[in-house]
């Protein structure tokens, strides 16, 4: 029994919890304006839920990108999590900005980390994103191997193609039916 559906976090938000694997890259699908206490929301192609950035982060979007965000749409931001993120006296944890899109060289930004008291926080440039597989080049492939290489990366309507793609190599070539009784892509890819 695979438990990683279960290991999701109950929050209708990208959590620093979500990058324990590990940094991630998104692209920016949408920004909406959220509620007093968090202001912005930025939809993710890439996931389901919105990340909601902290102060300090969307100080160094704006920095970055400028303060319209309808211009962020398209770009791409990886983040992670941040151990030392505090909250009062504790550490929590919290989701931080390391690379972004259309920048031209490392961004050094003056943030303030505690009352009274700055830090510089440096960003990175990202470099351009490879060039999403179309439909054709999906279909040419021709092992699963292949196709889990583009799973993690690919859009909600190229993960279709590949799903389709699985079924088409897992076919018995005499009857045209799925040999695999899983016939599923799970979180990690091809199964």
Known sequence: MDITDTLAPTSDQLDAVDLLGGPRTFTIASVSKGNAEQPVN???SEFDRVWRPGKSMRRVLAAAWGADASKWIGRRVTLYCDPAVTFGKDKVGGTRISHLSHIDKRLSVPLLVTRGKSATFTIDPLPDAPAAPTAEQIK???NLDDLRALWDTASP?????IMARKA??????TTGEVTDDAGVLDVEGVS
């Open 42 to 44: 930025v939809h993710l």
């Open 140 to 142: 040419a492939i021709d």
């Open 157 to 161: 309507a190229a993960r279709e193609h």
């Open 168 to 173: 088409e190599l897992e076919a018995d070539p």
